[in-house]
């Protein structure tokens, strides 16, 4: 709820994703999936519709959706069936689009996320598959061409519930829907190339003094920015109030509305009216029987689901003390969050193991252009380095210079901080010695620390330093300090 002077005002807000699926050819042919080809070059009888052509289900873009709906928790029809949606645009010339409409490959999902540290809960109306159509260009001045590349590629439209109460919270959700696709393979929802976009629709409703009103819902479309969509939404909402004070207009039948985003401007303008489900004049197309989804294959993918990255995120956070912020780069790339969780199970520190992926091998990966597992560095050598580190052997920037050479280097990192001459000394006669040897220097330092408590830990920061100096960085802090907080407590 928001309060303005003297109304109060809900959000309700659902949100249309639209997902192409990441297959290799389109929905029912075998024309290859290309961005940016020449127009019309993946084109065929099937996608063009001429008579007397029959589609054949892609069985990847099932087993994709499936997935989705999983990861979606959603349950999944136990059979799926293909229907005509009438269409009379020149992007699809066979003047139909084939979808689902009453029974969708998955329904019935819920997705739980954070947003500003608040616990969210999205429900899922349904996803299900469809084809999608052409490309209208207008590059010749008062013409229209027509692209049919993308006609026939697999989409998932995802429909949630009006379940949320704010721009914020559905741009978080959109974003989450992108690292969910992804991990999975289930899109690469590149946005530029329009993999993935949004429709919201929205509207207020508005308690003035005792009297409630409902505005009626608008729905903006084509949406292709997570920029777009959160200022859409935001936009929208402020405007809805607007508009209700100007006209008094409220949800009946019939009057919800489609509008674009314009931005540049930074607004929703209008769109023609928007059809009811009648006027698509669904039935099920004759071409394509009901597709059965056997209970086992669901069963057996499910078990195969990995982690997903949510709750990969919140357990890196627990487990290798991830700051919330960090987590997700380490989190969102399948491979190398493996290789993370293989070091552990190998014996590495988490927290140190989480620090050496946050810190070096993070920006080894950026500076080669790839990800951390891309560097070859197996999860043995990561967990070894880590071991020496927690041991006491190496300090962290000498970990930090033998990840380094661990990059073009195969011996094992004991070996190549041996070589570096980077480990640590524990020998507590050689550290004694140096202990003695800064005393004697520092007669000053050392009075400081004994007479004058202000002083004493400056005083023994600095001697701390002089003993390190001594042991050419070698000695290991932890030792130097108790040996010397040893000498310090002892009367001369
Ligand atoms: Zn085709």
Not at 113 to 120: A, G, I, L
Not at 205 to 226: H, M, Y
Not at 394 to 401: D, E, I, K
Not at 439 to 444: D, G, P, R, T, V
Request: hydrophobic share 40%.
């Amino acid at each position: 709820m928001t309060q303005t002077a003297e109304a109060r005002c809900e959000s309700i807000i659902g949100l249309e994703i639209h997902v192409q699926l990441a297959t290799r050819t389109k929905m029912f042919c075998g024309c290859a999936l290309v961005y940016g080809a020449e127009p019309n070059t993946h084109v065929c009888p099937v996608c063009l519709g001429l008579p007397g052509s029959l589609p054949v289900i892609n069985e990847r873009a099932v087993e994709l959706a499936i997935r989705a709906g999983l990861a979606l928790n959603c349950r999944i029809s136990e059979e799926t069936r293909w229907d005509r949606k009438s269409y009379n645009y020149p992007d699809l010339p066979k003047n139909y689009q084939i979808s689902q409409y009453d029974l969708p490959i998955a329904f019935d999902g819920v997705v739980e996320f954070e947003v500003s540290e608040v616990h969210r809960r999205i429900r899922i109306r349904r996803a299900h598959l469809e084809e999608d159509a052409g490309k209208n260009t207008h590059d010749l001045p008062g013409r229209t061409l027509v692209d049919l590349n993308r006609a026939g590629t697999p989409l998932l439209e995802i429909v949630t519930e009006p379940d949320f109460r704010s721009a914020a919270e559905v741009r978080e959700f959109a974003v989450q829907l992108q690292r969910i696709v992804r991990y999975l393979g289930v899109s690469e929802a590149n946005m530029q190339q329009g993999q993935m976009r949004f429709e919201p629709n929205i509207n207020l409703r508005i308690a003035e003094g005792d009297r409630v009103a409902v505005t009626p819902i608008v729905e903006v479309k084509n949406l292709n920015s997570f920029r777009a969509l959160h200022d859409a939404v935001e936009f929208e909402l402020a405007d809805q109030l607007r508009r209700w004070r100007e006209d008094g207009r409220t949800l009946r039948p019939g009057n919800k509305s489609n509008r674009g985003w314009d931005d540049l401007r930074g607004v929703t303008v209008p769109q023609r009216e928007k059809e009811e489900a009648d006027d698509y004049r669904y039935f099920p197309d004759p071409d394509l029987t009901p597709l059965p989804i056997a209970r086992e294959r669901v069963e057996r993918m499910r078990e195969e689901m990995p982690e997903l990255p949510i709750p990969r995120t919140a357990r890196f956070v627990a487990e290798y003390k991830l700051p919330p912020r960090d987590a997700p780069a380490l989190a969102d790339d399948r491979a190398s969050a493996d290789l993370l969780d293989q070091a552990k199970d190998l014996g590495g520190e988490p927290s140190i193991l989480g620090r050496h992926f946050l810190s070096f091998w993070l920006m080894h990966a950026n500076a080669r252009e790839t990800t951390i597992a891309g560097l070859g560095v197996s999860g043995e050598r990561i967990a070894e380095l880590a071991k020496l580190q927690h041991d006491g052997a190496v300090n962290a920037t000498a970990a930090a210079q033998i990840a380094e050479a661990m990059l073009t280097d195969e011996a094992p990192p004991r070996t190549l901080a041996e070589r570096l001459g980077l480990l640590q000394t524990r020998d507590s006669s050689a550290i004694a010695g140096w202990v003695e040897q800064a005393l004697a220097a520092n007669a000053q330092a050392v009075h400081d620390a004994r007479e004058n408590p202000k002083k004493l830990a400056a005083a023994r920061g600095f001697l701390v330093g002089q003993v390190m100096k001594l042991s050419g960085g070698k000695a290991d802090p932890r030792i130097v300090g108790e040996l010397l907080d040893a000498r310090l407590r002892r009367p001369e």
